[in-house]
């Protein structure tokens, strides 16, 4: 039990739709983090939310967007979606100085 | 930015031997290093981390070494289990950004 819960767990979307991922932060995080992991690779850093702004973005295009709420639960949207979109999508919350982040299980998605 | 390799992709053991995953590192701003296990159809799980203060760090069965000289860092699992087979990431922490090597997957053989 890792006290972020992410859902769906699997997703499958056609090329050029729009999709929304979710995260439910552990209690008592205060910042949330998303990744994306390919097959076989390690994760890569999309973006980071704080206090609900952006705080932090990895290289990653703009059509990928969040959501931070105040209750700290979160979005990723992601529009126009490409075949190399596919990939487990992680959310990682914390601490602010604290860096332990603890991940959630991930949603699949598949791009066809 | 950062580039975060791991030495091999994958590696064998024998339960009960030691392990040992290396980590290298690009960046000599980096002031943060993880490591992750992860098992399949899971998440990352936080396993140790060391600030760029210290060179040595140990927990249960796990002990991390950091060489800042050369930017390497490598976990050791101690009475390797089979419990202990998964992919394992090295997370380093520059410029408040997290870049993840690709891993390497560890087999215990039992």
């Known amino acids: 039990e890792t006290g972020v819960t992410q859902s769906p767990t699997h997703l499958i979307k056609t090329r050029g739709q729009q999709v929304t991922l979710r995260c439910s932060s552990q209690s008592g995080h205060n910042t949330v983090s998303w990744y994306q992991q390919a097959l076989g690779q390690g994760p890569q850093f999309i973006f980071q939310y704080y206090r609900e702004e952006e705080n932090g973005r990895g290289n990653f295009p703009p059509r990928f967007s969040g959501l931070q709420f105040p209750n700290y639960s979160s979005e990723l949207n992601v529009n126009a979606l490409e075949l190399d979109d596919s990939a487990l999508y992680l959310c990682?919350?914390?601490?602010?100085?604290?860096?332990?982040?603890?991940f959630g299980s991930g949603t699949r998605l598949t791009v066809v | 930015g950062e580039n975060v390799g791991l030495h091999l992709p994958t590696l064998s053991v024998q339960e009960g031997d030691n392990s040992i995953i290396n980590c290298a590192y690009s960046?000599?701003?980096?002031?943060?290093f993880i490591w992750y296990k992860q098992e399949s159809g899971k998440g990352p799980q936080f396993i140790i981390d060391?600030?760029?203060?210290?060179d040595k760090r140990q927990g249960q069965r796990v002990t991390v070494l950091l060489n800042k000289t050369v930017k390497h860092l490598s976990l050791q699992i101690a009475a390797t289990q089979p419990g202990d087979s998964a992919v394992y990431f090295c997370a380093v922490n520059t410029g408040n950004q997290f870049y993840f090597g690709t891993g390497t997957s560890l087999t215990v053989i039992p």
């Open positions: 060391i600030r760029s203060n210290m």
């Open positions: 960046n000599s701003a980096s002031d943060y």
């Open positions: 990682a919350s914390g601490t602010t100085g604290n860096y332990g982040y603890t």
